[in-house]
């Protein structure tokens, strides 16, 4: 059975794209074969050329650097959103980043700098995001952004990222809660490990990447393309009334202990 969602004449704003291997692409690429009007925000300058190449083919696409926890370039970002759309029907927060020493030794050793950098820049900003984008949702608009497993367990490595993720779904419920009586969705899709500049830079991710591949229900780790598509569902109006969800798309990683 195929389903096709029509998003012409819909809007979205898509958050974390660093290039073609980004979730955040996935998922934008779902949204643009639905016909939806997207815009992207990028973090440095040096990620322009690579989101204008990306979005070349693309007609009504623009892209805009925002550093997601600078208050100036946010409310840059959402005052274009306004001008470029007028409303907003589609959120997608994909971004994340913790230090690299926050990631090579114990947990216990987590200093408050590398703390408050990885819970502001991987959960506070979709709350900050949303806040932002609220005066241009209406009810139906729906945001998503992408947390991981290692909030629920201990995932060697992934230390005080963990913690960032719990408090990314904690984030998403309360958020969902606020926006709840204009029926305003807001989710969060936990994916399995994927190849992207992001998990590189998590020490022992090939590792994890492999024992994945192998453990998974499925026999296989779940690919972006699976990403985007359980975003466009949770996006468009094949998702509404779900809110405050925290999503898998992991090939049934998550449901195992180890396979016999
Ligand atoms: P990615 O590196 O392609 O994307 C991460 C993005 O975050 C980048 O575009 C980066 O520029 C952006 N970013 C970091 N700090 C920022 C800031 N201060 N302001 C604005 N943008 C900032 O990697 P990805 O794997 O596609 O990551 C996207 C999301 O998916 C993240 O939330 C990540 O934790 C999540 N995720 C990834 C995996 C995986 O295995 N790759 C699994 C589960 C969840």
Known sequence: MS??????GKTALVMGVANSRSLGWAIAEQLLKAGAKVGFSYQGERLRG???KLTAGYEGTWIQQADATNEEEMTALFARVGQEFGQLDMLVHSIAFAPRTAMEGRFLDTTPEDWNTALTVSAYT???????AEPLLSPGSSIISLTYHASQQVVPKYNVMGVAKAALEAATRYLAADFGEREIRVNTISAGPMRTIAARSIPGF???????????????NATP???GKLALFLLSDLGT????????VDAGLSIMTVKE
């Not at 090939?206 to 296989?220: C, E, H, P, T, V």
């Open 3 to 8: 389903v096709s969602v029509d998003l012409s």
């Open 241 to 248: 009334g779900v809110t405050g969800q925290t999503m898998y």
């Open 225 to 227: 393309e699976e990403v």
């Open 206 to 220: 090939g590792g994890l990447y492999d024992k994945g591949a192998r453990n998974a229900a499925f026999g296989r």
């Open 126 to 132: 979709l709350v900050s995001a949303a806040r932002h």
């Open 50 to 52: 690579e989101l204008e």
